[in-house]
Structure formats: C-alpha cells, structure tokens
C-alpha cells in the first residue's frame, strides 16, 4: 500500500498538535491541582506516546534505498581511476525517517568519492606497502540510542595531520602558531572547513574544494554531526550520526532574563551549579574544571547580545556536546525536561544559525531551540 509522504506529514503535524495540547493540559492540571485532571493526563500521555511511535514507525525507510545506488558508482569510478576496489554495506535493513533519506544521499556520495580517489592508493603502491592490492571501502549503517550512525570506511593511505596543518597555512584559514598548538584530531577535522582541499589537481571525481565543508553543513542541517578518525597508512573512518526522526524530542528548557529556549536532550551531558568563582579565565577564555576537565563557557546573554541585568550567587551551566567537542552554556534558569515538537523557522530566518528551529510550549509562547552543533564550532 503506497501513502503519499504529505499525508504522512500532516498525520505528524496533527501528532504535534495533540503533544502541544496534551502539555498545556499538564500545566492547567499542575496550576489548579486537579487530581482527577492529572490521572487521565497520564492515561492520554501512554495513548499519545504509542501513537507517536506508530506515526513515527509509518515513516520510517529502509538506509538500503540510498545504498542501492552506489555500488554502480563505485564500480564507475573504479574503472576511471585505474585501482582495485571492494565495496561492502551492512546495516542496509537500519531505518531512518523519510525526510532524513531523502536530504543524506549527496553527503554519503562526497564521503565515497573521497575514499575513492584520496584514500584507496593505486594497486601497486599498496603492494609495496605490503596491502591486498584491492582495497576496502565499507559503507555501515547502525542503530546507536535515539540515533543512526552511518560510517564510510576505508583501508588507504589515511589522513596525514602535517599535510593538513601545511594546506591550512598556505590557505590562509590559520598561523602557523594556531596549527602547532592542535592535537592531530583536531587538525584533522580542519578538512570540514569550507574551501579546504588537499587536491593538487582538480579531478572529474573530487577535489573542488566544496566537498568535506558541504558534507557537514548538511548532515548539521539534519541536526546531525559528522566526525572523521584516522590512521596514516591504516585507513580512515567518517562517522555521521543523526537523530531517527526530526519531528518530535526530548528537550531541557532553560531561561536567559525573559526568554526560553530549548536544548535537545541528546546533546546534554550534565546540568550543574556553580558560584562565579568557578569560572576561571584561560587565554582569554571562561573555562570551568568539571571532574578533571575543562571545558569553556558560553555566556547566552553575550551571544545573543542581550543587555547584562543582573549577577547572581548561583550560576545554571548547562554542559552540552556535539561530537568530542563539550562546553558549558550559561543560563539564568533550569525550567525542566519537555516534549517538544520542533518548528522550521522558515526563509526570514535562514541566516540564524545558532538556532536549528522553534516550538510552541504549552501556554502558547515560543521558544527557540538552541543548534548546538552551530554553538560549538
């Protein structure tokens, strides 16, 4: 039986609907202590749950309806460049949200193409380096919690981190000091850059210079985070992870002065108090010492330009993470734990990166949701 995709995205706007309606409803049972209120609202949050992941599980489709178009591509491109490659896929059967498939199928392209062209050396080169003269591309996908992750793999030359830090420097996207100071993963990762490219000579395969920094914008755009890990002359693995669906989640709203905001609850890793004598400064950076670790500050009200009213004994961080990369948002209150159903902020706001969306709360106000991914970086 074929449904049209708009029927279902009615069908989940309705379902957003009745979760905005259902927390109003909690709110008027909690103001006016209504117990009789409260023990139906419990019943309606099963009935509503399960309906929610039966509109959810409606959505779902098959990774395999992206990766039955790339083992063509693969044998194409292999043919092209003169190697010798084996692709393998696992984990085609994983399930991910309809608008999700639709958006990751040029991302996964990119990431393939790289480990085509960069990774995988020549037959004879690995021969000399004691490989199989074929070489191994993987594409993996898998469930992990509320996400999915999707790794391209590969068994090539890998990532050399010096070459990196040269590229970055000619480029002009950093000193010489700023590279010297990164710890390999993190150069690394400067390949997500926009307009960084290795490539000596522009090929029909990759190599423009778009390729790794649209990559991530994506898979971002997705509320998704990709990261690479690598070893010189072992291989690479690119990992995207992205959340099952995109519709509905769990958030902590907090408050900066008047205003709330959502924070996906994927991304936090701990909430805490602090006096202001915590904060430290290190290179001209707020910083907190949490368990042996320091992570760096970030002061809401600075970052979204609000006026400085007040100072406070007690201070609400809330440690958020997207990848390995962890800090520390500074709110005025910790507002609690709700379902959220995630709005687009349509074209008018396009240029605002740090927030990924809005949602309307129980009492009708809007509160937008924080794109931690964005604030991070």
């Known amino acids: 039986m074929r449904v049209d995709i708009d029927k279902l995205d009615t069908l989940m706007n309705l379902m957003g609907e009745l979760v905005i309606n259902k927390v109003r409803l909690e709110q008027i049972g909690q103001t ?17 749950t399960d309906l929610q992941n039966i509109v959810m599980k409606v959505r779902m489709v098959p990774v395999s309806q992206v990766f039955n178009r790339f083992p063509r591509m693969v044998r194409d491109v292999t043919k092209e460049l003169n190697k010798e490659i084996n692709l393998t896929i696992e984990g085609e059967e994983t399930e991910l949200d309809r608008t999700v498939i639709d958006e990751i199928g040029d991302p996964i392209m990119h990431l393939l193409r790289n480990s085509l062209d960069h990774g995988i050396e020549m037959p004879d080169v690995r021969e000399q380096k004691g490989k199989p003269r074929v070489g191994e591309v993987g594409l993996i996908a898998r469930h992990e919690g509320n996400n999915v992750v999707i790794m391209v793999t590969d068994d090539g030359k890998g990532i050399d981190a010096e070459v990196i830090r040269r ?84 958030a902590m709203l907090v408050q900066v002065q008047e205003e709330m905001y959502a924070i996906p609850l994927g991304s936090i890793d701990s909430t805490i108090n602090i006096k202001p004598d915590d904060i430290k400064t290190v290179q001209n950076k707020e910083v907190i010492v949490l368990r042996g670790e320091i992570i760096p500050i970030i002061r809401m009200e600075q970052t979204l330009f609000v006026p400085h009213v007040k100072d406070f004994e007690e201070i609400f961080v809330v440690v958020v993470h997207a990848g390995e990369a962890k800090a520390g948002i500074v709110v005025d209150k910790l507002i609690g734990q709700q379902e959220i159903v995630i709005k687009t902020l349509g074209n008018l706001f396009m240029g605002l990166k740090m927030f990924s969306g809005a949602t309307v709360l129980g009492d009708g106000r809007v509160a937008l949701i924080l794109d931690v991914a964005t604030m991070l970086n």
């Open 32 to 48: 006016h202590r209504l117990s009789e209120l409260t023990e139906t609202l419990e019943q309606m949050d099963r009935v509503t």
């Open 167 to 250: 590229k970055a420097v000619e480029k002009g996207l950093f000193t010489q000091e700023e590279v010297n100071k990164m710890d390999d993963q993190d150069a690394v990762r400067i390949v997500f850059l926009p307009g960084f490219s290795t490539a000596e000579k522009i090929s029909d395969i990759s190599g423009r210079g778009v390729g790794m920094d649209v990559v991530r914008s994506k898979i971002e755009s997705l509320s998704g985070h990709v990261d690479v890990e690598t070893k010189v002359n072992e291989g690479s693995v690119f990992k995207i992870k992205l959340p099952l669906t995109l519709a509905i989640i769990q």
